[in-house]
Every structure is written in C-alpha cells, then in structure tokens.
C-alpha cells in the first residue's frame, strides 16, 4: 500500500526551528516529485516547497523563501524540510505530496494542491511562545 507518513512537528518557540520528514513505504520516491503543503484553521491550503525527483528543481513559497530548504535522501526514501526562523504565522498542519512524472521531467509545483496523487495525514507544527 503506497503510503506518505510525515513526522517532526511539534511545539517551537517563535524564532526556533523543526525539521520535518516525509518519509514512503510501499513505493519509491525515486521518481516522485514531492511537496510541502500547510493548512491553518479557516485557511486554504498552501504550498509551501517543492523538489523533483532528482533534487535539481526546488522551489519556495516567497512566505518561507530564505527560511526553508527541501531537500530528499532517495537512498531513506525520504525528503525533509527544514524550516528555521519560525513565527506565529508557520503554524498549521504540513502535508507532504508525491505526483509520479517520468524521469525526462524535472519539475514540481507548490501552487496546484490537485497535481499531486499521494497525500500523507499531516503533522502539527505550532508556534507559540
């Protein structure tokens, strides 16, 4: 069973930082582009970062730009965001994503939700001092 387990949200101090994982069971992320969405309570569903499968694109929401980096470890079938400086506005559940694309196509995407095939449930990251 294709499955995406996200993991280390938590509590952090605004100003602090967290590193999330994505990790697959049941499929290779090898030729996976994968995104970070987040949703606060009453809010859409925002992208947040994108890698494709080979790691040569990554792309940022300017919400997070300089604050967060993607990256993946296709050997763990894993990819991580590590997102520093955080404040009161990065609270809300991350949602990893996984879309299959050949390997000619080096691509991902943060702002279409609906792209993506594979969803995982979620973890809480909340900023609060």
């Known amino acids: 069973q294709l499955q995406l387990v996200e993991s280390g949200g938590g509590l952090v101090q605004p100003g602090g930082s967290l590193r999330l994982s994505c990790a697959a069971s049941?499929?290779?992320?090898?030729?996976?582009?994968i995104a970070w969405f987040r949703q606060a309570p009453g809010e859409e569903r925002q992208g947040v970062s994108c890698i494709s499968s080979s790691g040569s694109v990554n792309l940022y929401a300017d919400s997070v730009m300089g604050r967060a980096t993607i990256s993946r470890d296709n050997a763990k079938n894993t990819v991580y965001l590590q997102m520093n400086m955080l404040d009161s506005g990065d609270t809300a559940i991350y949602y990893c994503?996984?879309?299959?694309?050949?390997?000619?196509?080096?691509?991902?995407?943060?702002?279409?939700?609906?792209?993506?095939?594979?969803w995982g449930q979620g973890t809480q990251v909340t900023v609060s001092s």
């Open positions: 049941g499929f290779s992320l090898n030729y996976y582009a």
């Open positions: 994503a996984a879309k299959r694309l050949p390997s000619s196509r080096t691509m991902c995407k943060t702002k279409e939700w609906s792209w993506y095939d594979y």
